[in-house]
Antibody
Framework: QVQLQQWGEGLLKPSETLSLTCSVD????????WHWIRQPPSKGLEWIGE???????NYSPSLASRVTISKDTSKNQFSLKMNSVTVADTAIYYC?????????????WGQGTLVTVFS | SYVLTQPPSLSVAPGKTAKITCGGN??????VHWYQQKPGQAPVLVMS???DRPSGIPERFSGSNSENTATLTISRVEAGDEADYYC???????????FGTGTKVTVL
């Protein structure tokens, strides 16, 4: 049973860089797609992006200019960086495991990290 | 970009059937995944590829997808099914995932 444990800075000011890490226990980063998804307070889910088994990243068109997803296979961790944050980026951020294919579901999720951007 | 529309809310009595719809242009040509999210918790996958139930999800959950509507059906609804439900697809034209607007299911 794969488990995802995530952490990162929870309070940011506008223009700063959001940085989150997700550690994978019980699974290999070389076997699946790995995702970041966020949820603003009392709102719906928004897909941020993914990194595939080869290390190639793909991002939501609306966030692509500010987001980088990377992975460290030696540590079995993957990370999210989002620069130039604004109040609108305040949300719970989740890491999740995808499947083996580009259109697979996300079957395991991290516990979520609340990131608050305040001015 | 591709849009998935869900009813904001749905109320159902215990023991009855809940049908949660997800509307999208020609969604029947895409694979639809469904997630259940309870307050304060991370989403949980309850249906993948239209009708595949992950291990541990009760048989009361079933899915279908045709033409412009995908449906998640919960039979014999229980109090524990009260949650928000989201549909999701991979949109080839934008090379990205899209989530539905979400449906809050209330068990009366």
């Amino acid at each position: 049973q794969v488990q995802l444990q995530q952490w990162g800075e929870g309070l940011l000011k506008p223009s700063e860089t959001l940085s989150l890490t997700c550690s994978v226990d019980g699974g290999s980063l070389s076997d699946h797609y790995w995702h970041w998804i966020r949820q603003p307070p009392s709102k719906g889910l928004e897909w941020i992006g993914e990194i595939d088994l080869r290390g190639i990243s793909n991002y939501s068109p609306s966030l692509a200019s500010r987001v980088t997803i990377s992975k460290d296979t030696s540590k079995n961790q993957f990370s999210l960086k989002m620069n130039s944050v604004t109040v609108a980026d305040t949300a719970i951020y989740y890491c999740a495991r995808g499947g083996y294919y580009y259109d697979s579901s996300q079957d395991s999720w991290g516990q979520g990290t609340l990131v608050t951007v305040f001015s | 970009s591709y849009v998935l529309t869900q009813p904001p809310s749905l109320s159902v009595a215990p023991g009855k059937t809940a049908k949660i719809t997800c509307g999208g242009n020609n969604i029947g040509s895409k694979s639809v995944h469904w997630y259940q999210q309870k307050p304060g918790q991370a989403p949980v996958l309850v249906m993948s590829y239209d009708r595949d139930r992950p291990s541990g999800i009760p048989e009361r959950f079933s899915g279908s997808n045709s033409e412009n509507t995908a449906t998640l059906t919960i039979s014999r609804v229980e109090a524990g099914d009260e949650a928000d439900y989201y549909c999701q697809v991979w949109d080839r034209s934008s090379d990205s995932y899209v989530f539905g607007t979400g449906t809050k299911v209330t068990v009366l």
